[in-house]
């Protein structure tokens, strides 16, 4: 059976990871081009399982981007209004925490693939994370390592930018903004799980 304070609490607490940033403190202003070349996550998941989102992105401008960050949020108006990246919102009046975590980010994550080290910081928005500059012609190649909390169909969107600040601005080639979604179906569990504080999910003997 899930251990339904530790969910919420490790959700809470691993929503960022980090302190807040300081880059977007002199951002320049303009427009840089960047390109997703790989986008993956688990469209069929159980509940109680760990799953890996990757995605891996370039630099494909001719300038440094100043602050590479990734945001998530679940569709839907639920989704929108919660505050945590991979949460909703419980809609009924007056409880104490309405954000419900859907995805559980594990400790330490996101990473560099084939790092141990966390390759994010979390900011000021807990939906937002913050990779750092990255020069022309360079990939950040991470993942996030994601537990399945709560049943049900979800659509987990990203959005990727290239400052905090609203000045420098992330484009694809075609001049759109850079982002996708990963239409996720997770359903019951087949066997007795929890997840611990750090964002593990272990199975109970």
């Not at 109680?48 to 960050?69: D, M």
């Amino acid at each position: 059976m899930f251990a339904l304070a530790l969910l919420v609490v490790s959700a809470l607490a691993l929503a960022s990871c980090g302190g807040g940033s300081s880059s977007d403190a002199g951002e320049s202003e303009g427009t840089y081009r960047v390109a997703v070349g790989n986008a993956s996550f688990a469209t069929d998941q159980q509940l109680g399982q760990t799953y890996l989102l990757h995605l891996k992105i370039r630099n494909s401008g001719r300038k440094t981007i100043p602050a590479l960050t990734v945001s998530f949020s679940i569709k839907g108006d639920e989704g929108q209004g919660s505050n945590l990246p991979f949460g909703i919102r419980d809609p009924q009046p007056g409880l104490a925490q309405p954000d419900r975590p859907v995805w559980v980010l594990a400790e330490h994550y996101p990473k560099a693939v084939g790092s141990s080290e966390p390759g994010g910081a979390g900011t000021s928005d807990p939906k937002t994370f913050d990779f750092g500059p990255l020069k022309a012609g360079r990939s950040a190649d991470v993942v996030w390592k994601l537990s399945a909390v709560r049943s049900g169909s979800y659509t987990l969107l990203y959005e990727i930018e290239a400052g905090l600040g609203g000045k420098a601005k992330a484009e694809t080639g075609g001049g759109t903004s850079p982002g996708g979604s990963f239409v996720v179906d997770i359903t019951a569990a087949r066997h007795d799980a929890e997840v611990k504080d750090n964002g593990e999910v272990v199975e109970v003997k």
